[in-house]
């Protein structure tokens, strides 16, 4: 264990956030110019992403220091990335599947926070079942020609690139048909329109309607019809490290429920069980990682995002519950468990969750 | 160093964990363990134990042979390995349904280390009891005294609730009157239930200790083999999900069937990770203290809840073979059934949990 990296990357914590961070972090969320240039100065530090090599930003750490690293900075409660993910999905599949060009124009605005990215996956017609979606895109010499619509799309409107998915062989089988095309949201015939949010705490959507969109050749990422296989690495890397956040933020929310001293049995067995929850979050978290860095398979990973947003949810329940009726009057605890909400929908809801352990762990037969 | 930084905990670095993932050497330890198990202990041989009738040989010289009783007891008193290992080993002995009173001595020695009292002799099977009783005078008298898996005990450490915690004694079986025997629930595993009065203990408790810190190795025990027991009706559930047919499709192609399984699986790694981090916490409380103080009640309380849901899973699944003696559905049902409860219910260990939390809130992270 490298314990200089994390001295170093204290330092730099001390560095560059406020000196009330640590007492204030809370309020801090809402303090977006603070959390855009922690990005920039986590990047250019090369704490960002810590186990890259140093040509894409990073210090070239071990794995066990870099997750040793984002362990340190998630119980600092270090900024969260304002477009998480730019760096979190799109990037590492910049990083596998880019060209020297792509790679070269693409990632360190991403990662730097200067140009943000939207998912382009969801569709009217697709939602859980991406592998139907019907958005094409035509090879026509040196540029593909684009139409469709996609849906629930994460802040299109302030992105500038969008990873879109789109069928460029109509005639193969569903997973082999789909390509995924670096699509700059600027471009003529594309028509991004906000979709009005459940609560102000949700995330912000878009719809986005493709008319005729030329998007070059060279914005292919990854193998024509190669698509599926970019999707699913891209959003495994995210569920690689989002544990570290769930274990945090289900301590965080138990933390003033904990602090109750007359909390009575039934929310104390409440708070008990999601501090298993949270601890086996953690550990398994941490199995995992530890089982993948000694070349183990590691069928336990794929619990944790069911566990992790399953967690959330209760976790956040139990905060708007153990107040009483002062919850009734205070705005945060319920807009947190709407936000929760989404936990068990984006990235695969629980019920594919359950189908992907069902089939790929316990190797029991598909159904569809 | 950061002033913010002394607010935190330095339970993070990742080496103190290394333990999460059975080395090389552990795993073959498990291989070996879980064939002499299958051999030897097969669980076909719990159809030859009926309710009511005395339990054959046990088994007992076997397991204390091979040394698995004293695992993770310091080698001065000639334990051996680490209590990773023996949660290791537990875990295959829930898998198997041991009927050999593995668990109840394991039980009873950490509460006697735990509590600070000598060991017992490690060739003598013991057993752990709860339950009311007084101490006056250096004698003890026991008011019926429940002890998991006790009819084949030569000893006992019993734990007695008392003012400001519990005491604990260590009682020779032949000094006490023959218990009563229950076996409707797991008869490979009986429950005994001992009276005493005024019977001189070979060792106590001066004074009244903390019963969480009593229990807290127990606690990591129990949830080893309850996770083992989980693993295994897990496993044969998922077995017979891929081999009947209804409908014309495999059971466990339908999704009702696949996220019930899928389900079980979440519940016994949640409980696997706790309990084996549990384990690295008992020898090593200084690399997480505050986790260290409530995780045995969490890992127990995971465990049972895994080993209650997928043992019941396991005869939903099974259907209506479920509930005939032909299948091991109610083997694992009843040992679940028998071996949560012991030391306090789920509910009870989380609220517990949580109240530990609540006296340290003022001090939390």
Redesign the interface.
Known sequence: ?N?DAI?EF??F??RALPDD??VRHVEYRDDHDLRARYQQEAFDAGWLMPEWEPEYGGRDLSA?DG??LR??GA??HVPRLLNVQGPGVVAPALRTFGTPEQKARLLRPVLRGEEWWALGMSEPGSGSDLASLRTSARLRGDHFVVNGQKIWTTQAHQARWCTLYARTEPDAARHAGISCLILDLHSSGVDVRPIGRAAESVDEFCEVFLDDVRIPAGNLLGPLHGGWRVAIESLEHERDMIWINNWVDV?RAL?PV????D?D?EL??????L???A??IR??G??S???RM?G?PVP?FF?LK??GSETAQAAAQLALDAPGLPALTSPELFLDRVESLGATIYGGTS?I???I???R???????R | MSTRGTQVDRPLIVDAWRDLVLSDERRQLVGSVRRHFAERFPISAHHAIVPGAEPKSNGWGELTAAGYPVIGLPEDVGGAGTAVDLVAVLEEAGRALLAAPLLATVLALHVLRAAGLPPAPAEQAGALGRGRGVMYDGRVDLDGAYVLDGAAAEWLAVVIPAKAGVIVVQLDVSDLPAPVVSTHIDPARPIARFHAGGVRPRAATGVAVPEDVVLAPARVAVAADLVGVAAGALDRAVEHALDREQFGKKLGAFQGVKHRLADGYVAVERARSLTRAAAILIERPEADPKTAARLPLLAQAAAAEAALRTTSSLVQVLGAMGMTSESDAHLFFRRAQQTAGFLGSPADCYARAAEIALTSAGSMR
Not at chain 1, 258 to 261: N, S, V
Not at chain 1, 268 to 273: L, Q
Not at chain 1, 361 to 367: G, H
């Open positions: 264990m314990t001295s204290v330092a914590l001390d961070y640590w066990a997750l040793a362990i340190e119980r600092r301590d933390r904990l602090e109750k001293p909390l049995r104390r067995v409440r708070a008990g069980r501090m298993a929850d601890a086996a550990f398994t941490l199995r990682s530890l089982g000694a183990r336990e619990v069911l566990l019920e969750q359950r189908n352990i069902g089939e762990v316990l190797r029991l037969p598909r159904d």
